[in-house]
C-alpha cells in the first residue's frame, strides 16, 4: 500500500560519507548502489517520488562498504507525466540525506502488468502462473493467504501448468497444496503478488462443475455413486429425497464417493427426485438431481455389462466379421459401479465393413426408449434402433478417447415391427471399449448384476484366430505383445526370437490357427503368457486346461521339450505360481495335453476365495519355453471349468476380533481410521458408520508398531503383488506408507484403489518424479513409530518376515539396522551369489517349491547366527528411527536417484554408533529393479559407486565387502541350501 504523500523535510546541503553510484532506471526499476567511505552502509533506503515518500527498499549484498538495491516502480506512476525520484538515507537525527536524484517521463504505455492466472487441477492442488511483462524472466513472489493471514510465501518459477498462458515464459508457474481448502472454497482466501499489489484470479469453474450422479440398487440399499473433484472432498456430503434429508452412510473412493440410502418399506412406481450437495460451512457448492424410482423398470437387452461369455465370445451380442471381443477388467478411469467387467472391441487386420456390435430386442407397443451406454472411443459413433423395414431411431455420439456415461432418450419413427435390434455402429473408430450398454422403458435403471454368468472357458483368444497387431513379430526388447492378449517375454530379451500366426492342416483336412515360435541360435528361458478371464478367478473350483502343441511342420523328426506351465500372478513367473506341468514333450506330430487346476493351483497363484472379488489378484497363464524348444507350434489353448461351482457362502473375510480396537492406541498414527465417515462440524445428515476393526491378521500385538515405506515409480503389476503381500502375511500392527513418484495415471489410480477401505494405509503422490531418494524420505519423515521399514516396491514379503526383522533390533539398543535375505540381494543372496557370468545372482525360486515353502527351508536350514555387518542391502530395511533422524535420513542430493544411497546410509550410522545385522532366517523376494531397465540400471549402480567412494574416502570400501563375503554363518547356509534343499527338489 501506498504511504502517505506528505513532503518530508529532507536536509539537501548536508555532507555524507554515502554516496550512490551508476542511477538508472531498467525494466521497471529504480537501480543503483549504495557506497560508503566511511564505515559500514545502512541496509535500507528510502524511495521518494516528487518530493513524497513512497517506501523503502533493502539494499543488497554482504559487502560492508556497498551494496545494489532495487526499487520496482508500481503501474500508478506511469501517468505520461515527467517525474523525479530521489534515493535517501536516515541520519542520526532522523532527518532524511537525499543522495542522488533522476528525473523521467513515465509514459502510460510503458507501465509494468502482471500477467497471472490461477485454477484447481484434478489431484486438488491450486496452480497457476505469474510474470511481470517489463522483467518477464524475473520469478515472482506469490504470497498464499488464508482467511486473514499469510500463510507462507512461494516463486513462480516452475513450468507453466495446463492453464491458457497465451505467451507466457516457461518457467513462470507454480503449483501448491493449500492447507484449508474450505477457504479457497468460499473465496476466504487470495494469492497477493506483492511486487504489484495484486491478487491473483483463482479459476474454482471446474471445481464447482455439476456433479454426476450414478444409481445402482445393491441389496436394500439404493448406492449412489458421485464422480466429483478431489478438491470437494473435505466437504459435507447430504442425501435428500423429494426435498427430505436422508440418512446415509458414505464410502470414499479414489474419483468418487458412494453414499448408501436404505429403501423404504412400501415402495412405489413414482418418481422421485434425488438430490446430492456438497455442503461446506453452511453453504451449497456443488449439487447435483435426478431422477428416479424405488421400483424402476429394468433394460431390455439381455448381457449389458458383457459379464456373460460362451467361449471365448461375447453371449447374445452379435459382432461384425472382421473384429474381435476381448474381455477386460475395470481400471483406467472407469470406476467398478460403472463397469462389473469390460470388452475391448477390434478389428481384426483390415476388416471388411464398420465396426457392429447389435442385439435382438423386443419393442412391441414401445414408442420411446431410453439408450445408456459408458464408453471410451475416439472418432463418432452411432447407436440405431432397426427392424427389418429400416432404422426407426438413432443418435450419434462423438467420443474424445475417454471414458463417458451417455445417456439419451430416443423417439421411435414408428412402432417396431419384426426383427427389432439394437446396434452400436463405428464406423471411424476401429476400437471401441464398453463397460455397459442398454435400452429400456423411459426412466429404467441399471440393476445390480448377481455375478452369475455363463461363463465357459477361462481363456480369451486360444484359438489364436485374433492378431490385431499384425501376423509376424520380430523384436530386440523384452516383450511384446503378438496375438490378442498374449505377451511374449524374455529376461534377457527376445533378439533373433519370431513369432508368427500358422496355418495347421489337422488330419480331416480342417485348418487351425496356432503360434509358432522359432530362433535361430540359443536365447535362454522365453515365455508366452495371457491373462485368465477374471470370471474365471473369481469363481475357482476345478478346471481342465487343455493345450495342443507340436513342432513346426517340415523341422525334422527331433524331439524337445517345453519348460514348465505355470499359473501365476505375473505375467512373467512371478513367486506365486501353480505349476500344472512340466518338460511337456513336443514332436512335428500334434499332442492334445491335458492339465488339472483345482483349488490348490488357484491359491498358490494367489487367489483368496475368502477375499473380496475386487481385491482378486490377476492371474496369468504362464508356457515357459527352453532353447531346444523355440521351434514350437501352440495350437489350441482351452480352460473350461468342470463342474458348476459351489455356491460362496461369505464373499469377504469381515474383521473377526472386535476387541483388538481397545489395543488400537499402541499403534502410532492410526488413531483416525476408526471410522468410515468424513469428519463433520455439527449437525450432519451422515450416519456413522460402526468402528472398523484392525485387520484380523493383527494377531501379534506384543510388537512395537512399525511404519513400512514403500515408494512406487509405475511397475503396476510388481507393486500390487508387493502391496498385497504386505496386506495378508504381516500380522503386527503397522501403517503402510506408499509414496507415489510421479507414476502414471493407470498407476495411481491402483495404488488409490488398493488403499481404498483400509484406513491404515496413505498413499502420498508426488506431484512430479522426484527420484527414488527424495520420494524414500518424503515417506520416512511422514512417519512416527519407534521403527521403519524401507521396502522397495519389487519385493514379496514372506510369513513372520517382520518379527523375524524385529527380533533382532530388540535385542540390543546399539542395533540400528536390520535387512533380510534374498534371492537377489547382492551378500544377502541365497543360495548363489555370483551367477555363471560373475555378476549379481538372480536365483529363480527352486523345483515346484512355492514362496512360503522356499521361505521355511531357509528358517529351518538357517543357524540363526543374525550376524553383524558393514553394509546392508536397501532392498528391504528395518531402521530404528531414532538411527535414522541421527544421521538427517537418506542422501538426497548426492544421491537423488537412488544407488549408492543405501551404502551411504549405512555407513553414516555404522559412524553414529550403531550396529546392522543380517537375519539369516528371514527371507524377502526381491524381483530386482522393476523401475530401471538393465542397461539404465547397471550405468546408475556405477554414477552410485563413484559418489559414495568421492563421499567416504576415509573407508576401505574394499574391505567392507571382504567383511561381506566371508561371513561364516550365509555361507554355510548357502552350502546347506545347495546340498540338502536343492537335491532333494530336483
Excluded at 304 to 329: C, H, I, K, N
Excluded at 404 to 423: K, S
Amino acid at each position: 500500500m501506498e504511504k502517505s504523500r506528505v513532503a518530508m523535510p529532507v536536509a539537501r546541503k548536508r555532507k555524507s560519507p554515502l554516496s550512490i553510484e551508476n542511477l538508472r532506471f531498467r525494466q521497471g526499476s529504480l537501480r543503483g548502489k549504495l557506497v560508503s567511505s566511511d564505515g559500514p552502509i545502512p541496509r535500507s533506503v528510502t524511495i521518494r517520488f516528487d518530493g513524497h515518500d513512497v517506501g523503502s527498499v533493502r539494499v543488497r549484498g554482504r559487502e560492508p562498504l556497498e551494496g545494489p538495491f532495487t526499487w520496482f516502480v508500481p503501474a500508478r506512476h506511469y501517468d505520461g507525466g515527467a517525474h523525479t525520484f530521489e534515493v535517501a538515507v536516515a541520519t542520526d537525527d532522523e532527518v532524511p540525506v537525499v543522495l542522488d536524484s533522476l528525473e523521467r517521463q513515465m509514459d502510460v504505455g510503458a507501465a509494468p502488468l502482471l500477467h497471472a492466472a490461477a485454477g484447481v487441477n484434478d489431484r486438488g492442488q491450486i496452480e497457476g502462473f505469474a510474470w511481470n511483462s517489463v522483467q518477464p524472466n524475473e520469478p515472482l513472489a506469490i504470497e498464499l493467504w488464508e482467511r486473514g493471514a499469510l500463510v507462507r510465501t512461494i516463486r513462480a518459477d516452475q513450468s507453466v501448468p495446463a492453464i491458457p498462458a497465451d505467451t507466457a515464459p516457461d518457467a513462470c508457474g507454480f503449483a501448491f497444496a493449500p492447507q484449508d481448502l474450505g477457504s479457497w472454497i468460499n473465496g476466504r482466501a487470495r494469492l497477493i503478488a506483492p511486487k504489484f499489489g495484486e491478487a491473483i484470479p483463482v479459476d474454482f469453474s471446474t471445481v464447482l462443475a455439476e456433479v454426476a450422479v450414478e444409481q445402482v440398487f445393491v441389496d436394500e440399499e439404493l448406492a449412489v455413486t458421485v464422480t466429483r473433484p478431489a478438491l470437494l472432498a473435505p466437504c459435507d456430503v447430504t442425501v435428500s429425497i423429494d426435498g427430505l434429508a436422508r440418512p446415509s452412510r458414505l464410502r470414499e473412493r479414489a474419483d468418487s464417493i458412494q453414499l448408501f440410502v436404505a429403501r423404504p418399506l412400501a415402495e412405489d412406481a413414482d418418481d422421485h427426485r434425488l438430490q446430492v450437495a456438497f455442503v461446506f460451512e453452511g453453504e451449497t457448492l456443488a449439487s447435483a438431481e435426478q431422477t428416479f424410482r424405488w421400483s424402476p423398470p429394468g433394460g431390455l437387452l439381455a448381457n449389458p455389462d458383457f459379464r456373460d461369455w460362451q467361449g471365448d465370445r461375447l453371449a447374445v451380442w452379435a459382432l461384425e466379421d472382421g473384429y474381435s471381443a476381448m474381455p477386460s477388467t475395470p481400471g483406467d478411469g472407469v470406476s467398478a459401479p460403472f463397469a462389473p467387467a469390460l470388452v475391448s472391441l477390434g478389428a481384426l487386420g483390415a476388416a471388411g465393413g464398420p465396426l457392429r456390435l447389435a442385439q435382438p430386442v423386443d419393442l412391441s407397443d414401445a414408442d420411446v426408449v431410453d439408450l445408456e451406454f459408458v464408453a471410451r472411443f475416439e472418432g463418432a459413433a452411432e447407436v440405431q434402433v432397426f427392424d427389418d423395414e429400416g432404422v426407426l431411431a438413432g443418435v450419434i455420439i462423438d467420443g474424445e478417447g475417454v471414458w463417458a456415461r451417455h445417456r439419451r432418450t430416443l423417439t421411435l419413427d414408428r412402432p417396431a415391427g419384426p426383427g427389432a435390434h439394437v446396434a452400436l455402429l463405428a464406423a471411424d473408430a476401429d476400437a471401441v471399449e464398453l463397460a455397459y450398454l442398454d435400452v429400456g422403458p423411459p426412466g429404467f435403471q441399471r440393476v445390480q448384476s448377481d455375478g452369475q454368468d455363463t461363463l465357459k472357458q477361462g481363456l480369451a483368444n486360444g484359438d489364436f484366430q485374433r492378431w490385431s497387431r499384425g501376423l509376424t513379430f520380430q523384436s530386440t526388447g523384452a516383450s511384446i505383445e503378438t496375438a490378442d492378449g498374449w505377451l511374449l517375454s524374455a529376461p534377457k530379451g527376445l533378439k533373433g526370437v519370431r513369432a508368427a500366426l500358422v496355418q495347421i492342416e489337422s488330419d480331416d483336412g480342417a485348418i487351425d490357427y496356432g503360434f509358432g515360435l522359432r530362433a535361430d541360435a540359443p536365447t535362454g528361458l522365453v515365455t508366452l503368457s495371457t491373462q485368465v478371464h477374471p470370471a474365471a478367478v473369481r469363481r475357482g473350483g476345478d478346471w481342465t486346461l487343455e493345450l495342443t502343441v507340436q513342432r513346426h511342420p517340415g523341422s525334422g523328426r527331433g524331439v524337445a521339450r517345453l519348460g514348465r506351465i505355470l499359473l501365476s500372478d505375473s505375467p512373467l513367473g512371478g513367486p506365486k505360481a501353480a505349476v500344472l506341468g512340466r518338460d511337456v514333450l513336443l514332436s512335428p506330430d500334434a499332442r492334445r495335453v491335458r492339465l488339472s487346476v483345482d483349488a490348490a493351483a488357484w491359491g498358490a497363484a494367489g487367489v483368496d476365495g475368502r477375499r473380496a472379488m475386487d481385491e482378486q489378484p490377476a492371474v496369468f497363464l504362464v508356457i515357459e519355453f527352453q532353447d531346444r524348444a523355440l521351434d514350437a507350434v501352440l495350437t489350441r489353448a482351452v480352460l473350461t471349468q468342470n463342474a458348476a461351482p459351489e455356491p460362496q457362502r461369505d464373499a469377504f473375510a469381515g474383521f473377526e476380533d472386535f476387541n483388538l480396537m481397545s489395543q488400537i492406541g499402541r499403534t502410532v498414527g492410526l488413531e483416525g481410521w476408526a471410522r468410515e465417515t468424513v469428519p463433520v462440524e455439527g449437525p450432519s445428515t451422515l450416519t456413522e458408520a460402526p468402528p472398523a476393526a484392525p485387520p484380523a491378521t493383527w494377531s501379534n500385538w506384543a510388537y512395537p508398531a512399525v511404519d513400512i515405506v514403500v515408494p512406487v515409480y509405475n511397475a503396476e503389476i510388481h507393486t500390487l503383488g508387493c502391496l498385497r503381500a504386505l496386506v495378508e502375511v504381516t500380522d503386527i500392527p503397522y501403517r503402510l506408507i506408499v509414496v507415489d513418484d510421479g507414476s502414471a495415471p493407470s498407476t495411481r489410480r491402483a495404488l488409490d484403489d488398493f488403499a481404498v477401505e483400509r484406513p491404515w494405509i496413505e498413499v502420498i503422490h508426488n506431484a512430479t518424479n522426484l527420484g527414488y531418494t527424495r520420494a524414500a524420505n518424503v515417506g520416512l519423515k511422514a512417519g512416527r513409530a519407534p521403527w521403519v521399514v524401507l521396502l522397495n516396491s519389487d519385493t514379496v514379503v514372506t510369513p513372520g518376515w517382520l518379527e523375524g526383522l524385529l527380533d533382532i533390533g530388540l535385542s540390543d539398543s546399539a542395533i540400528g539396522m536390520v535387512g533380510p535375505l534374498s534371492n537377489a540381494a547382492t551378500w544377502q543372496s541365497v543360495p548363489a551369489v555370483r551367477d555363471a557370468h560373475g555378476q549379481w545372482a538372480i536365483n529363480r525360486i527352486p523345483g515346484d517349491l512355492t514362496l512360503e515353502a522356499w521361505s521355511d527351508a531357509i528358517r529351518r536350514s538357517s543357524q540363526r547366527a543374525h550376524p553383524s555387518v558393514p553394509l546392508l542391502n536397501g532392498f528391504c530395511t528395518l531402521m530404528r528411527r531414532a538411527a535414522l533422524q541421527a544421521v538427517n535420513f537418506l542422501d538426497e542430493e548426492t544421491f537423488p536417484v537412488g544407488y549408492g544411497e543405501e551404502v551411504d546410509l549405512c555407513i553414516r550410522i555404522g559412524k553414529a554408533g550403531y550396529r546392522m545385522h543380517v537375519a539369516d532366517d528371514v527371507f524377502v523376494f526381491h524381483h530386482k529393479s522393476s523401475s530401471f531397465g538393465k542397461e539404465r540400471r547397471a550405468v546408475l549402480s556405477k554414477q552410485g559407486g563413484a559418489a559414495v567412494r568421492k563421499k567416504h574416502r576415509d573407508v576401505n570400501l574394499a574391505g567392507l565387502e571382504e567383511q561381506l563375503a566371508t561371513l561364516v554363518p550365509l555361507l554355510q547356509l548357502r552350502q546347506d541350501l545347495k546340498t540338502k534343499v536343492l537335491e532333494a527338489a530336483q
